[in-house]
């Protein structure tokens, strides 16, 4: 790692299929992307791990931690358990963010077709906001507009999911 100072990472755990003796499995290769003072991103480490568990993400922080990863402040990663909570353990300073893409995802599921592009506005409203304030008002306008269409589920996964998405407004005026 030539570089060392990233404030925030990207973390994320990706599947390949690997060949070994004539077997294939899959194998999970985690892969950390830092943004740097300029604001560009930089993959700063890749490391195989046989699955996403709290073992393999432990080991990969800690070895970009001997690399000289460190003053990191925001963590942006799925909602993995094992990222979560190996995340504590060797960064115990960084928060974590929740990839918005995957909790609007998990909200998309439980909403029929016809009904998607109106609430995929709504999702992009609560993110569009200058504060977490905002953001936070923004989501009980939208809780009520959801309950008037109807969807129950969507409203449960926007009440118990939003606040891991908002970490990062914590941040907002940082340079």
Known sequence: MTH???????????????????EYENVAILIAIGVNEDRYHEV??????????????????????????SGIKLVIGNKCLGMLESLGKVYSEAKYQRYVVHFYRNIFYVVPRSKMKEVAKMMKAIHSQESKKAAREKVKVIIEELKQMKLKEAVDKLEK?????????AFLYER
Do not use: P, Q
């Open 4 to 22: 060392n100072s990233y404030s925030y990472i990207y973390v994320d755990g990706i599947y390949l299929k690997r060949n070994w003796g004539g």
């Open 44 to 69: 700063i480490g890749a490391m195989e791990g046989m699955i996403e568990d709290k073992v393999s993400w432990i080991e990969f922080f800690k070895w970009l931690k001997s690399r000289g990863l």
């Open 161 to 169: 999911g939003i606040e891991e998405t908002l970490t990062y407004t």
